[in-house]
């Protein structure tokens, strides 16, 4: 029996549809019940006790920066005998010095590998629909703001995550693994801007912002948290320093198939981000 946390997200509701396509026998972990879901529900929330009894597995996604939710599902997966926590982390918790966004990740993995119980850590770098973050602009301007410029990064479907995930959660060998998982191709902004201009049918422009600090402005007006302003402002630092992306072929090697193109991810989402 696996259960699986945050079952109505981009990786999570993908997820959930990969583990009814190969006949898991699985429960989704919801706040409230959800009849638009296509799964068995179990009610509980991350952030008080929870009842796992009955699992074997579990895979934990956490929003936020804490580690409450994390300590809230490890206490209860150790209670109840639960064999394996398959955590979506980040890359970012490769870096050298680890930068904040990844320190967040990797205190959780700790926690968990420091639990006793096997776990398998899942890695992805950003996700391709982190561009339906450009929408308000396109729609209000034609036009995609650039914080990174010549930075690099190679996009993941989180369609592919789920893939993965539900490959590590059904099968015996994953215990006490990373996964660092990556699209197949290493994109500046302005040509995943380009590529999603050619799906959508739409010359878009291409605005870059001089300096991270200007980057958090614009998407908190009324001001960003500090603490998150400063990862904010690190992380983009970083990404605009990484001119080459981080690239694996963990994607094709776990689920034997290869990852999701970019150009066929937009192709796919055109009528939603035009």
Same mark, same amino acid.
């Given at each position: ?47 008080? %006790?929870?009842?796992?009894? &009955? @699992?074997?597995? #579990? !895979? ?15 206490a209860a997966a150790r209670q ?13 918790? *490769? &870096? ?18 420091d639990s006793g119980i096997a ?5 992805? +770098?950003? !996700?391709?629909?982190?561009?339906? =973050? ?11 703001? =650039? %914080? ?13 995550? @789920?893939?993965?995930?539900?490959? #590590? ?19 500046? #902004?302005? $040509? ?15 605005? %870059? ?11 908190? %007006? $009324? ?10 402002? $690190?992380? *983009? +630092? ?37």
């Amino acid at each position: 029996m696996l259960i699986v946390t945050g079952a109505t997200g981009h990786v999570g509701r993908t997820l959930v549809e990969e583990l009814n396509r190969r006949g898991a026998e699985f429960r989704a972990l919801v706040r409230s019940p959800r009849p638009e879901l296509p799964a068995e529900q179990v009610v509980g929330d991350l952030d008080g %006790p929870l009842d796992l009894r &009955g @699992a074997d597995k #579990v !895979f934990l996604l956490v929003p936020g920066t804490g580690l409450e939710h994390t300590a809230n599902v490890v206490a209860a997966a150790r209670q109840a005998g639960v064999r394996q926590i398959v955590y979506l982390s980040s890359y970012a918790v *490769l &870096g050298d010095p680890i930068p904040a966004m990844g320190r967040w990740h990797h205190a959780r993995e700790q926690l968990i590998a420091d639990s006793g119980i096997a776990a398998t850590f899942l890695r992805p +770098t950003g !996700f391709m629909t982190n561009a339906f =973050d450009w929408l308000p602009t396109i729609r209000a301007g034609g036009y995609v703001l =650039d %914080p990174i410029g010549p930075g690099r990064m190679a996009p993941i479907d989180p369609a592919d995550i @789920a893939a993965v995930a539900a490959t #590590v959660l059904m099968e015996d060998g994953h215990e006490k693994q990373a996964y660092t998982l990556t699209g197949p191709e290493a994109f500046t #902004v302005a $040509e995943q801007v380009a590529i999603l201009g050619t799906a959508i049918g739409r010359a878009l422009d291409v605005r %870059p912002i001089a300096t991270p600090e200007e980057a958090v402005r614009f998407r908190y %007006p $009324e001001g960003a948290p500090a603490e998150l302003a400063a990862a904010l402002i $690190e992380g *983009l +630092t970083l990404m605009r320093a990484d001119t080459i992306g981080v690239r694996t072929d963990v994607v094709r090697r776990l689920t034997g198939r290869s990852p999701n193109t970019f150009s066929a991810w937009c192709e796919e989402n055109a009528g939603q981000l035009s």
